[in-house]
């Protein structure tokens, strides 16, 4: 089954402490990034990246960190959380092309206090 | 920035017809039109794209207008499980791979 997975689904956490949130897709998909999501505001693209050690900031980088060593997989990195970054987080994943259609996880909530 | 334009929330009647509109007047010539939807808890999920012509698939129709500045979603008959938050985006490898996504349009559909 064609699925971008994401772990964890919740988590909660503390000020400065280090996070990461994984991504994965067994699509064999070029392009993946991360999203936002925050009442009012839609969603707002962190990073991209549209290929292996490629990446590039989206709208809303500051804070984050990103890597994309294997083509399946593209962690977010919360080097030291704030509490405006609790959100909720989506990753997405697609083909190379402007027909290709975009693939988004279930999400994470985070939380930090 | 190539930007969409959508209304911030629309109101339907089960079994009724729904258009919901997105206006995009910078895209480029190639470029396509896709449209996602977001039920409540859930991330974004495909409805349908299109460049020119008007499109269908068993979940909507896709209208484009002749000057692709504007497009309309259509669904045939709203259903309660239709309501949900619906983004027109532009194909990525727009401005070197930024999506764009639309402030989205929330449809609530009345039983």
């Known amino acids: 089954e064609a699925q971008v997975t994401q772990n964890p689904r919740y988590l909660i956490t503390v000020t400065g402490k280090k996070l990461t949130v994984t991504c994965s897709q067994n699509m064999n998909h070029e392009y993946m990034s991360w999203y936002r999501q925050d009442p009012g505001l839609g969603l707002r693209q962190i990073y991209y990246s549209m290929n292996v050690e490629v990446t590039d900031k989206g709208d809303v980088p500051e804070g984050y960190k990103v890597s994309r060593k294997e083509k399946r997989n593209f962690p977010l990195i919360l080097e030291s959380p704030s509490p405006n970054q609790t959100s909720l987080y989506f990753c997405?994943?697609?083909?190379?092309?402007?027909?290709?259609?975009?693939?988004f996880g279930p999400g994470t909530r985070l939380t930090v206090l | 920035d190539a930007k969409t334009t959508q209304p911030n929330s629309m109101e339907s009647n089960e079994e009724e017809p729904v258009h919901l509109p997105c206006n995009h007047s910078t895209i480029s010539g190639t470029d396509y039109i896709h449209w996602y939807r977001q039920l409540p808890s859930q991330g974004p999920e495909y409805v349908i794209h299109g460049l020119t012509s008007n499109v269908n698939n068993r979940m909507a129709s896709l209208a484009i207008a002749e000057d692709r500045k504007s497009s309309t979603l259509i669904l045939h008959r709203a259903t309660l499980r239709d309501a949900a938050v619906y983004y027109c985006i532009l194909p990525f490898y727009n401005q070197g791979g930024k999506l764009i996504f639309g402030q989205g349009t929330e449809l609530s559909v009345k039983p």
């Open positions: 997405a994943s697609s083909g190379y092309t402007s027909t290709d259609t975009q693939y």
